[in-house]
C-alpha cells in the first residue's frame, strides 16, 4: 500500500512539475494552449522514468531515510532519465515538441518538489502502518544487526521495545512471559531457533498466541527485514525445512528461457566484440579468451570464458593458479591491461560467458561461478558454503547486486547469506528483478 502511495505521489510530482514548466515558460495567459501539447508524450516519458526509479531504489523502504544516499541516488537517476528524455523526443519529432530548455526547467522544479514530497512522505510513513512493538531475544550477530537496523528506520513500522540478551534472563512461567510482554506494551516476540525450539518453552509459547502475542521466528523475521538469511541462526534443521522442495518445472523453462535469451544476446553484442577482440590483441601479449575452472551445479567443474583483461598473469602472478584463496584487490589490480581495466569496469569482459550459458554450464541468475579449489577451502571456514553449488551459477544474482567483490571472509559469509536467500525464493519474478537491478548495479556499485 506504502508503495503505491509512493508511486502515485511521484506521478503527482512529475505531472506538476509539468504544468510548472510551462507556467513559468509561457505564463498564464497561454499555459493550456501549451500545456496539451505536452501532456501526451511526457506522460509516455514518465512512464520510463518511473521504471528507472524502480530499478535505482527509489522505492525502497529501507533506503528512504538516508538523506545523502536519496539525494545520490535521485540525481543519477535524473541524469539517466534526462539522456533517455532527449532520446525519445528526438525519436518522435512528429509530435512537435522538442523541449530543450522546457526540459533543464521541468529537471529544476522536479528536484525541489520530489525532494518535498519523500521528506513529507517520510514524517508521515510511520502514521501510515500499525507499529508493532517488538521484543528481540538472545545474544548473536544477528539480533545486533537487527537491533541497530530498525532502530534507524522506524519507518519500517517496528519498535524495539527491549533486547533480552542473556539467556539466563528468560522468564520460566507462563505468567513472567505475560508480565514482560505488558510491562514492555510489545505485542511480538522475535526467537532465535533454539529458544523457540526448546521442549521446556514449545507449551509456554502456545499460551503466549492465545494471550495476544506473535511469536516470530528470528530468521524468518531477519529474511523479511534484510533479503538475506542469518547464517549463526540456521542449521541442518532450517535446510531441510526450506530447501528440499524441487523446481523441476522452473528450471526447465529456465534452461530454455537461458538458451534463447543468450542466442539473442550473442547476436546483439557480436559487432561490440568484433571491436573489444583487436583492442585485446593489439594492446597485449596473450589469449584473447583467458579460461579457467570453475564449479557449476552440485561442484561439476567446467570451462569459465573471459576476455582476457590482464597481462600475462604466470609472469606478474606465479600465483594466479594456485589453489590457495586470493581474495580481490578492494582498488583495483595492478595486472590489468589499460583495455582489461575498460572490460572490468563495463562487465565486458564476461560476454564469453554467454557461450557457457548457452553450453547448460550456467544461467543468467545464480551464485558467482568459483574455482573448485576455492570452494574447498571455504567450506571448511564457512558454514554451509557448499550448499550454494544446488543450484547453476549465474552471470549475475542476489548476492552480486547487493553485495560488493570479495575482500575478505566475512565478505563471503555476506554474500552468502544472499545466496541461501535466492536458493530459498527463487522464482520468475526474483529472476527478473534481479537483471532489473543489475542494470543499476553496473552504474552504481553495491555498498557493503
Given at each position: 500500500?506504502?508503495?503505491?502511495?509512493l508511486?502515485?505521489?511521484?506521478?503527482?510530482?512529475?505531472?506538476a512539475?509539468?504544468a510548472?514548466?510551462?507556467?513559468?515558460?509561457?505564463?498564464?495567459?497561454?499555459?493550456?494552449?501549451?500545456?496539451?501539447?505536452?501532456?501526451?508524450?511526457?506522460?509516455?516519458?514518465?512512464?520510463?522514468?518511473?521504471?528507472?526509479?524502480?530499478?535505482?531504489?527509489?522505492?525502497?523502504?529501507?533506503?528512504?531515510?538516508?538523506?545523502?544516499?536519496?539525494?545520490?541516488?535521485?540525481?543519477?537517476s535524473?541524469i539517466?532519465?534526462?539522456?533517455?528524455?532527449?532520446?525519445?523526443?528526438?525519436?518522435?519529432r512528429?509530435?512537435?515538441?522538442?523541449?530543450?530548455?522546457?526540459?533543464?526547467?521541468?529537471?529544476?522544479?522536479?528536484?525541489?518538489?520530489?525532494?518535498?514530497?519523500?521528506?513529507?512522505?517520510?514524517?508521515?510513513?510511520?502514521?501510515?502502518?500499525?507499529?508493532?512493538?517488538i521484543?528481540?531475544?538472545g545474544e548473536?550477530?544477528?539480533?545486533e544487526?537487527?537491533?541497530?537496523f530498525?532502530?534507524?528506520?522506524?519507518q519500517?513500522?517496528?519498535?524495539?521495545r527491549?533486547?533480552?540478551?542473556?539467556?539466563?534472563?528468560?522468564?520460566?512461567?507462563?505468567h513472567d512471559?505475560k508480565?514482560?510482554?505488558?510491562?514492555?506494551?510489545?505485542?511480538?516476540?522475535?526467537?532465535p531457533?533454539?529458544?523457540?525450539?526448546?521442549?521446556?518453552?514449545k507449551?509456554?509459547?502456545?499460551?503466549?498466541?492465545?494471550?495476544?502475542?506473535?511469536?516470530?521466528?528470528?530468521?524468518v523475521?531477519?529474511e523479511s527485514?534484510?533479503n538475506?538469511?542469518?547464517?549463526s541462526?540456521?542449521?541442518?534443521?532450517?535446510?531441510?525445512?526450506?530447501?528440499?522442495?524441487?523446481?523441476?518445472?522452473?528450471e526447465?523453462?529456465?534452461?530454455?528461457?537461458?538458451?534463447?535469451?543468450?542466442?539473442v544476446?550473442?547476436?546483439?553484442?557480436?559487432?561490440?566484440?568484433i571491436?573489444?577482440?583487436?583492442?585485446?590483441?593489439?594492446?597485449?601479449?596473450?589469449?584473447?579468451?583467458y579460461?579457467?575452472?570453475?564449479?557449476?551445479?552440485?561442484?561439476?567443474?567446467?570451462?569459465?570464458?573471459?576476455?582476457?583483461?590482464?597481462?600475462?598473469?604466470k609472469?606478474?602472478?606465479?600465483?594466479?593458479?594456485?589453489?590457495?584463496?586470493?581474495?580481490s584487490?578492494?582498488?583495483g589490480?595492478?595486472?590489468?591491461?589499460?583495455?582489461?581495466?575498460?572490460?572490468?569496469?563495463?562487465?565486458?569482459?564476461?560476454?564469453?560467458?554467454?557461450?557457457?550459458?548457452?553450453?547448460?554450464?550456467?544461467s543468467?541468475?545464480?551464485?558467482?561461478p568459483?574455482?573448485?579449489?576455492?570452494?574447498?577451502?571455504?567450506k571448511?571456514?564457512?558454514?554451509?558454503?557448499e550448499?550454494?553449488s544446488?543450484?547453476?551459477p549465474?552471470?549475475?544474482g542476489?548476492?552480486?547486486?547487493?553485495h560488493?567483490?570479495?575482500?575478505?571472509?566475512?565478505d563471503?559469509?555476506?554474500?552468502?547469506?544472499?545466496?541461501?536467500?535466492?536458493?530459498?525464493?527463487?522464482?520468475?519474478?526474483?529472476?527478473?528483478a534481479i537483471?532489473?537491478k543489475?542494470?543499476?548495479?553496473?552504474?552504481?556499485?553495491?555498498?557493503?
Amino acid at each position: 500500500m506504502r508503495v503505491f502511495l509512493l508511486i502515485l505521489g511521484d506521478l503527482v510530482v512529475l505531472f506538476a512539475s509539468l504544468a510548472l514548466t510551462v507556467l513559468v515558460r509561457y505564463g498564464r495567459g497561454d499555459w493550456l494552449t501549451h500545456f496539451l501539447p505536452h501532456l501526451p508524450p511526457f506522460s509516455a516519458v514518465f512512464l520510463i522514468w518511473l521504471v528507472v526509479f524502480y530499478i535505482a531504489g527509489l522505492y525502497d523502504f529501507r533506503r528512504l531515510r538516508n538523506r545523502l544516499d536519496f539525494f545520490r541516488v535521485l540525481s543519477v537517476s535524473l541524469i539517466v532519465n534526462a539522456l533517455l528524455a532527449t532520446v525519445f523526443f528526438y525519436l518522435t519529432r512528429s509530435s512537435g515538441i522538442t523541449p530543450k530548455t522546457n526540459l533543464v526547467i521541468f529537471l529544476i522544479l522536479f528536484f525541489v518538489l520530489e525532494t518535498l514530497w519523500r521528506q513529507w512522505f517520510n514524517r508521515i510513513s510511520r502514521s501510515m502502518l500499525p507499529i508493532s512493538r517488538i521484543i528481540i531475544f538472545g545474544e548473536n550477530r544477528a539480533n545486533e544487526e537487527l537491533f541497530g537496523f530498525l532502530k534507524e528506520n522506524p519507518q519500517l513500522g517496528y519498535e524495539v521495545r527491549a533486547w533480552v540478551q542473556a539467556s539466563g534472563d528468560l522468564p520460566a512461567q507462563m505468567h513472567d512471559w505475560k508480565d514482560l510482554a505488558r510491562s514492555n506494551s510489545a505485542d511480538t516476540l522475535i526467537m532465535p531457533r533454539d529458544i523457540l525450539h526448546d521442549p521446556k518453552l514449545k507449551k509456554v509459547f502456545f499460551g503466549l498466541i492465545d494471550y495476544g502475542l506473535e511469536i516470530k521466528d528470528l530468521p524468518v523475521f531477519y529474511e523479511s527485514i534484510f533479503n538475506k538469511i542469518p547464517l549463526s541462526e540456521i542449521d541442518e534443521e532450517w535446510f531441510l525445512e526450506h530447501i528440499t522442495g524441487t523446481h523441476d518445472t522452473y528450471e526447465f523453462i529456465r534452461r530454455g528461457t537461458d538458451f534463447l535469451i543468450a542466442t539473442v544476446a550473442q547476436i546483439i553484442f557480436l559487432p561490440l566484440e568484433i571491436l573489444i577482440i583487436p583492442a585485446i590483441l593489439l594492446t597485449s601479449r596473450g589469449p584473447l579468451i583467458y579460461k579457467q575452472t570453475r564449479a557449476g551445479r552440485h561442484g561439476r567443474p567446467f570451462m569459465l570464458y573471459k576476455f582476457r583483461r590482464m597481462y600475462n598473469e604466470k609472469a606478474k602472478n606465479p600465483d594466479a593458479d594456485s589453489s590457495s584463496p586470493t581474495w580481490s584487490p578492494p582498488t583495483g589490480d595492478s595486472r590489468e591491461t589499460p583495455v582489461g581495466k575498460f572490460l572490468r569496469a563495463s562487465h565486458l569482459d564476461e560476454l564469453p560467458q554467454l557461450i557457457n550459458i548457452l553450453k547448460g554450464d550456467m544461467s543468467f541468475v545464480g551464485p558467482r561461478p568459483e574455482r573448485p579449489e576455492l570452494i574447498q577451502n571455504l567450506k571448511t571456514e564457512v558454514p554451509y558454503y557448499e550448499m550454494r553449488s544446488l543450484i547453476k551459477p549465474g552471470l549475475t544474482g542476489w548476492a552480486q547486486i547487493h553485495h560488493s567483490k570479495d575482500t575478505n571472509l566475512d565478505d563471503v559469509k555476506e554474500k552468502l547469506s544472499y545466496d541461501l536467500y535466492y536458493l530459498k525464493n527463487r522464482s520468475f519474478v526474483i529472476d527478473v528483478a534481479i537483471i532489473i537491478k543489475t542494470i543499476k548495479v553496473l552504474f552504481v556499485k553495491p555498498s557493503k
